[in-house]
């Protein structure tokens, strides 16, 4: 059965600073990985998916991940984080069940 | 074009009673779920609608939950009777294509839950 981890349930970062938030995944295949981004009050957005292809995918307000199969990986990244970034991100996997399944979600703080 | 509606934003109810969830999705979408977000945690599907069908139900508590999309577009979500663990964030997404196919799940802002 496919499985998503995230392990860091809280991460804080000074404004301006470098960001990469872990997600790993367990699949007999490659599945298909999503980035999904959620303010305080408001629904899950779309930051990035991966089907197949180039496995350094852009997305949405600047966000980057990179596929790794051998790591079974899809970390997210942002160069240089701005304070708006604050919200909560989740990693989801479809895999051959056809649902999605998500992490836990890190919670992004960012220190003026 | 419009967003994912849900409605109400928030429900406070007491243990045993019921309670119903109202989502309406982006016009044109084929594939309609519902999830459950416990505070601390994920999203987990509740129940996934094709068009009027049912495709997944299998995380759903039949014994206390149901959902029915009629004509296909609008879908209600039910708990009857509530318990204190019910307590969460019902999320209603809506995708045009089936579900699985990886296409993009759009969500709603939610209906917050509080079960005393």
């Known amino acids: 059965a496919q499985s998503v981890t995230q392990p860091d349930i809280h991460i804080t970062v000074s404004e301006g600073a470098s960001l990469e938030l872990r997600c790993n995944y367990s699949y007999g295949a490659t599945p298909y990985l999503f980035w999904y981004v959620q303010s305080p009050g408001q629904g899950l957005q779309l930051l990035l998916k991966?089907?197949?292809?180039?496995?350094l995918v852009q997305g949405i307000k600047g966000f980057e991940a990179e596929f790794k199969r051998s790591q079974s990986s899809f970390n997210l990244r942002k160069p240089s984080v701005h304070w708006s970034d604050a919200a909560e991100y989740f990693c989801?996997?479809?895999?051959?069940?056809?649902?999605?399944?998500f992490g836990t979600g890190t919670r992004l703080k960012v220190l003026a | 074009e419009a967003g994912v509606a849900q409605s109400p934003r928030y429900k406070i109810i007491e243990k045993r009673q019921s309670v119903a969830f109202w989502c309406n999705p982006i016009?044109?979408?084929?594939?309609l779920y519902w999830y459950q977000q416990i505070l601390g945690q994920g999203p987990k599907l509740l129940i996934q609608f094709q068009n009027n069908g049912v495709v997944d139900d299998s995380q759903l508590p039949k014994d206390r939950f149901s959902a029915e999309r009629l004509k296909g577009v609008d879908s209600t979500l039910k708990i009857q009777p509530a318990k204190l663990e019910d307590s969460a964030v019902y999320l209603c997404?809506?995708?045009?294509?089936?579900?699985?196919?990886?296409?993009?799940?759009?969500f709603g802002p939610g209906t917050r839950l509080t079960v005393l």
């Open positions: 997404a809506s995708s045009f294509l089936a579900g699985g196919t990886g296409d993009e799940q759009f």
């Open positions: 989801a996997v479809v895999g051959g069940t056809y649902k999605y399944i």
């Open positions: 991966y089907f197949s292809g180039d496995t």
């Open positions: 016009s044109g979408h084929a594939t």
